[in-house]
């Protein structure tokens, strides 16, 4: 029996506005009463999964309102376990409403957000981590993320638990058998045995703590900030993206309104681009404060894209920016404009050509201003740019060959300090494909190697299954040095608790199954 079967629940099940269609569903014990008293049916009783079309009158004047369609679905076997009646109206708001104002009259409650789904968990037909999918399921902005969801809603996260669970249950319950009914012959478990099977079971819990990073990405998107002097080509930079990707209708709404965003879903994760244009130095006070605001929203982007003109010399400003960039992790480095010719090497400043740095042609310029305009390695060594040299072989000189390789699968790699170096032209196009898979690269080190179902994207889910580690350690100590299994139980029983809280309850009834299953005790 489900603990609701006196309360029938209705609601408009679309969303709101006009449509082509509009639903207005019921769900509860007299579901298919209230239905069929304000429908007309060709037949009755209404076929269970079956569409059968009727038409909906107005109660006084007796007048058709709309043709319908009805599907009934009976209980147990319906998104909510009780019986559920679908009536697919035209989606005139009008009508939707006057029909669902029709149902309350009849009896039906309104139900409250989420409930049909609540009810569906409460009854057992899915389990929580389902259920949080079904909203997640229905918030996803790309096809990525729905198949994501659909995963955990057929129950991927409940089914790489279990088998967890399980092993930790068969612990509890042939320790607790081992107190129980110790005067009887129940083989005792061996502490080995123990630690192998706790070690076993961390060593998999660790892993999915650590695919929450990319999992959070899959689920909330992330933003990256574009940021570069003037004029070097960061709006065009940030149309060719958003261009070639297709634009997210509902974007995630800006922080600061200083800098224009977008969201675009690139390789079916939801990535927020920041324009942050005019960063440069701060020439008056108001202008300072909009600076940092647009420097705070920069350091809590999840990436940083600097813009460079390859086409022109390097500048103070460049090298500023860098500065302020690298130590807050992984960083793009766009060579935009690299349809141009690069620059005369005579004619950039902070190098000169004659293979001396300018330090060292304008000695003036050595203290002080140095580090803010000379390009240095990451050893600190101030770099030379002959006369040879490429801009390109030089930019890629300010980087230590360490920087240059992110360490992809780590999970870390947005707060690694790995730079990447991408020759693009915004005007051509070329390089823009590149730049794209690099973004990936970095923003989601785990999407070739994760399938849909192998990673939690539930914050949630991330901080139970650490309590659950937490227990797995206590328990592993307590085997360790071989305490009472009295005491090696509790902290088991802390390990497995947050697993249920994730997936629905283990009852005492569970441990007591497995018990007198596996154990024939008592003879
Ligand atoms: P922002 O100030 O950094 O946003 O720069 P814009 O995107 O407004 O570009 C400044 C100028 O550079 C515009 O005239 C663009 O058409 C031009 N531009 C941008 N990217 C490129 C590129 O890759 N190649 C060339 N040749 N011109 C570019």
């Given at each position: 029996?489900?603990?609701?079967?006196?309360?029938?629940?209705?609601?408009?099940?679309?969303?709101?506005?006009?449509?082509?269609?509009?639903?207005?569903?019921?769900?509860?014990?007299?579901?298919?009463?209230?239905?069929?008293?304000?429908?007309?049916?060709?037949?009755?009783?209404?076929?269970?999964?079956?569409?059968?079309?009727?038409?909906?009158?107005?109660?006084?004047?007796?007048?058709?309102?709309?043709?319908?369609?009805?599907?009934?679905?009976?209980?147990?076997?319906?998104?909510?376990?009780?019986?559920?009646?679908?009536?697919?109206?035209?989606?005139?708001?009008?009508?939707?409403?006057?029909?669902?104002?029709?149902?309350?009259?009849?009896?039906?409650?309104?139900?409250?957000?989420?409930?049909?789904?609540?009810?569906?968990?409460?009854?057992?037909?899915?389990?929580?981590?389902?259920?949080?999918?079904?909203?997640?399921?229905?918030?996803?902005?790309?096809?990525?993320?729905?198949?994501?969801?659909?995963?955990?809603?057929?129950?991927?996260?409940?089914?790489?638990?279990?088998?967890?669970?399980?092993?930790?249950?068969?612990?509890?319950?042939?320790?607790?058998?081992?107190?129980?009914?110790?005067?009887?012959?129940?083989?005792?478990?061996?502490?080995?045995?123990?630690?192998?099977?706790l070690d076993q079971i961390?060593?998999?819990?660790?892993?999915?703590?650590?695919?929450?990073?990319?999992?959070?990405?899959?689920?909330?998107?992330?933003?990256?900030?574009?940021?570069?002097?003037?004029?070097?080509?960061?709006?065009?930079?940030?149309?060719?993206?958003?261009?070639?990707?297709?634009?997210?209708?509902?974007?995630?709404?800006?922080?600061?309104?200083?800098?224009?965003?977008?969201?675009?879903?690139?390789?079916?994760?939801?990535?927020?681009?920041?324009?942050?244009?005019?960063?440069?130095?701060?020439?008056?006070?108001?202008?300072?404060?909009?600076?940092?605001?647009?420097?705070?929203?920069?350091?809590?982007?999840?990436?940083?894209?600097?813009?460079?003109?390859?086409?022109?010399?390097?500048?103070?400003?460049?090298?500023?920016?860098?500065?302020?960039?690298?130590?807050?992790?992984?960083?793009?480095?766009?060579?935009?404009?690299?349809?141009?010719?690069?620059?005369?090497?005579?004619?950039?400043?902070?190098?000169?050509?004659?293979?001396?740095?300018?330090?060292?042609?304008?000695?003036?310029?050595?203290?002080?201003?140095?580090?803010?305009?000379?390009?240095?390695?990451?050893?600190?060594?101030?770099?030379?740019?002959?006369?040879?040299?490429?801009?390109?072989?030089?930019?890629?000189?300010?980087?230590?060959?360490?920087?240059?390789?992110?360490?992809?699968?780590?999970?870390?790699?947005?707060?690694?300090?790995?730079?990447?170096?991408?020759?693009?032209?915004?005007?051509t196009g070329d390089g823009?494909?590149?730049?794209?898979?690099?973004?990936?690269?970095?923003?989601?080190?785990?999407?070739?190697?994760?399938?849909?179902?192998?990673f939690i994207t539930n914050?949630?889910?991330?901080?139970?299954?650490?309590?659950?580690?937490?227990?797995?350690?206590?328990?592993?100590?307590?085997?360790?040095?071989?305490?009472?299994?009295?005491?090696?139980?509790?902290?088991?029983?802390?390990?497995?608790?947050?697993?249920?809280?994730?997936?629905?309850?283990?009852?005492?009834?569970?441990?007591?199954?497995?018990?007198?299953?596996?154990?024939?005790?008592?003879?």
């Amino acid at each position: 029996m489900n603990r609701f079967s006196d309360e029938t629940i209705v609601a408009i099940s679309t969303p709101p506005g006009r449509g082509g269609l509009g639903v207005v569903r019921l769900s509860g014990a007299r579901a298919i009463e209230i239905a069929t008293r304000l429908i007309k049916l060709p037949k009755l009783p209404l076929e269970t999964q079956r569409a059968t079309r009727g038409a909906f009158t107005q109660e006084d004047s007796g007048r058709v309102l709309d043709q319908v369609v009805v599907t009934c679905f009976r209980a147990p076997h319906s998104y909510t376990a009780e019986d559920v009646v679908e009536i697919s109206c035209h989606g005139a708001p009008i009508v939707l409403r006057y029909l669902e104002e029709c149902c309350l009259a009849q009896g039906a409650r309104a139900a409250e957000p989420g409930e049909f789904t609540m009810r569906a968990f409460l009854n057992g037909r899915m389990d929580l981590t389902q259920a949080e999918a079904v909203r997640d399921l229905i918030e996803s902005q790309t096809l990525y993320q729905a198949r994501v969801a659909a995963q955990q809603l057929e129950g991927s996260v409940s089914t790489r638990l279990k088998p967890h669970k399980h092993v930790l249950l068969d612990l509890i319950a042939r320790l607790e058998a081992g107190i129980d009914f110790a005067e009887d012959d129940v083989a005792v478990i061996e502490w080995p045995e123990i630690l192998t099977r706790l070690d076993q079971i961390s060593a998999d819990l660790q892993k999915l703590v650590e695919g929450y990073e990319y999992g959070r990405i899959v689920r909330d998107g992330l933003t990256l900030a574009i940021v570069g002097r003037p004029n070097v080509g960061k709006s065009s930079l940030f149309n060719r993206l958003l261009n070639e990707e297709r634009a997210i209708v509902t974007p995630i709404p800006g922080t600061t309104r200083d800098l224009v965003a977008e969201t675009a879903n690139l390789g079916g994760i939801p990535l927020r681009f920041v324009d942050t244009a005019g960063v440069r130095e701060a020439l008056d006070e108001v202008e300072k404060i909009g600076v940092e605001r647009t420097f705070s929203a920069i350091a809590d982007s999840d990436l940083r894209l600097l813009v460079v003109d390859a086409s022109t010399p390097w500048t103070e400003d460049d090298a500023l920016l860098l500065e302020k960039l690298r130590p807050l992790g992984s960083l793009l480095v766009a060579l935009n404009k690299s349809d141009l010719p690069p620059p005369a090497p005579e004619v950039a400043p902070g190098f000169t050509g004659c293979g001396k740095t300018l330090q060292s042609c304008h000695p003036e310029r050595s203290e002080g201003s140095r580090s803010a305009y000379l390009p240095e390695n990451a050893q600190g060594q101030i770099l030379r740019f002959a006369q040879n040299d490429s801009f390109e072989a030089f930019f890629r000189s300010l980087f230590s060959p360490a920087d240059a390789a992110p360490s992809l699968g780590s999970g870390q790699a947005l707060k690694g300090g790995a730079t990447i170096l991408v020759r693009t032209s915004a005007l051509t196009g070329d390089g823009i494909h590149e730049l794209k898979e690099k973004i990936l690269a970095l923003a989601a080190p785990a999407r070739d190697i994760a399938p849909e179902g192998e990673f939690i994207t539930n914050l949630r889910h991330q901080q139970l299954i650490k309590n659950s580690l937490a227990g797995l350690a206590k328990a592993r100590q307590a085997a360790e040095q071989q305490t009472p299994h009295e005491m090696l139980l509790l902290d088991l029983y802390d390990a497995l608790r947050p697993l249920d809280l994730i997936t629905g309850a283990t009852s005492a009834d569970d441990v007591l199954d497995i018990i007198f299953k596996t154990f024939c005790v008592g003879k």
